[in-house]
């Protein structure tokens, strides 16, 4: 049986099948085709497939060199539905980032450094540019070290990963409705996008503490409805059109840190909870919190003003994440850079073979 030459990634809590875009069809349509069969969607089990029958292990990336002046490679993200026959390139990924730079090196797109390595990343889906550095001793990716990251066992080798023109990355505006406060059905929230489209809304004007446990969330489908109403109609403001079958904008519900962090939070994606929080997601909660009149600004602790300061802990279902965003915050504001720390890890190279 024909397959297809893969490595299967970690990248910070998500986890993903990685490709070189040139043994793929090139034909979108064909591809996706492709990549359902590869995945075993759509089934809720993922049984017949290589996902792991949840939208954090569902994800695909697909690699390339990068034709565009100063950039490595491209890099582009694809989210494959677990229940559903859908393949989506309308969001970035930051975990699954923070292992394309090792995936580069190891299909020899990029030559290591001696030491460490930097790979600066075209996001295709938005076509913002990362940088990633992370260790490469005697010229080999080195996985293993110290570093801890939340809802990942053990720890790893640091990935330092820079965000430098994330702002408006699908909406074309850090604020995309152009306030920073809407209503919907009632509800105040803030619109956002610094590297991902995002809903915030306070975890108590949906009934909810704001402390729920992913299960407790997910076992009410009523909380679900909710959501997905109000990310359809603020899908709209932001300029998205129609996403009732489109993995963005996410929703995250803010509350005030119960761990000596900035913030809590719990996110939908798109109405299934979040075992922890997306990078960019995080990213684009921060920046709205730092803002002045937005929803969350009264519960972030830490610092305010968005001037750099170091990195605020955004705390999840599994922990928290560390986010460091340095925000001018005139007017219109803007983003000077966003950074995070994360980690990876091969976990395994070599065939995958789709399901006939």
Not at 129 to 151: E, K, L, N
Not at 307 to 324: I, K
């Amino acid at each position: 049986m024909s397959g297809v030459p893969a490595t299967l990634m970690r990248g910070g809590t998500s986890k993903g099948l990685f490709l070189l875009a040139s043994d793929l069809p090139a034909d979108a349509g064909d591809r996706d085709d492709l990549l359902l069969r590869l995945m075993g969607s759509p089934d809720p089990a993922q049984i017949d497939g290589l996902g792991g029958a949840a939208p954090v292990t569902s994800k695909v990336a697909v690699i390339a060199p990068s034709q565009t002046p100063g950039h490595d490679v491209d890099y582009l993200f694809l989210q494959v539905g677990v229940e559903t026959a859908t393949v989506s390139d309308r969001q970035n990924c930051g975990n699954l980032l923070a292992a394309v730079g090792q995936f580069a090196v190891g299909r020899g797109l990029v030559t290591a450094g001696p030491e460490r390595t930097e790979v600066r990343i075209r996001m295709v889906n938005s076509g913002s540019t990362a940088v990633s550095r992370f260790a490469t001793p005697g010229g080999q990716v080195d996985y293993a070290g110290d570093t801890a990251i939340a809802g990942v066992p053990g720890t790893a080798a640091p990935v330092l990963l820079d965000f430098l023109d994330t702002e408006g990355s699908t909406t074309g505006a850090l604020l995309p409705t152009g306030r920073t406060v809407d209503r919907i059905d009632g509800v105040e929230v803030t619109c956002v996008d610094n590297g991902m489209p995002v809903v915030v809304v306070r975890a108590a004007d949906l009934g909810l503490s704001g402390y729920e446990t992913p299960g407790e969330l997910g076992a009410d489908p009523g909380l679900a409805s909710r959501v997905d109403a109000l990310r359809v109609r603020a899908g709209e403001l932001m300029g998205l059109g129609d996403v009732r079958s489109a993995p963005v904008p996410k929703t995250t519900v803010v509350a005030p840190a119960a761990h000596g962090g900035a913030i809590s939070t719990r996110t939908f994606i798109p109405v299934r909870p979040h075992p922890a929080i997306g990078v960019l997601g995080a990213v684009s909660v921060v920046t709205s919190a730092l803002l002045e009149g937005t929803v969350g600004h009264d519960l972030l602790a830490g610092r305010a003003g968005g001037r750099a300061g170091g990195p605020l802990a955004v705390e999840h279902p599994t922990g928290s994440l560390d986010v460091d965003v340095d925000l001018d915050a005139g007017d219109p504001p803007r983003v000077v850079r966003s950074t995070v720390v994360r980690t990876a890890r091969a976990l395994f190279d070599g065939v995958a073979l789709p399901r006939a």
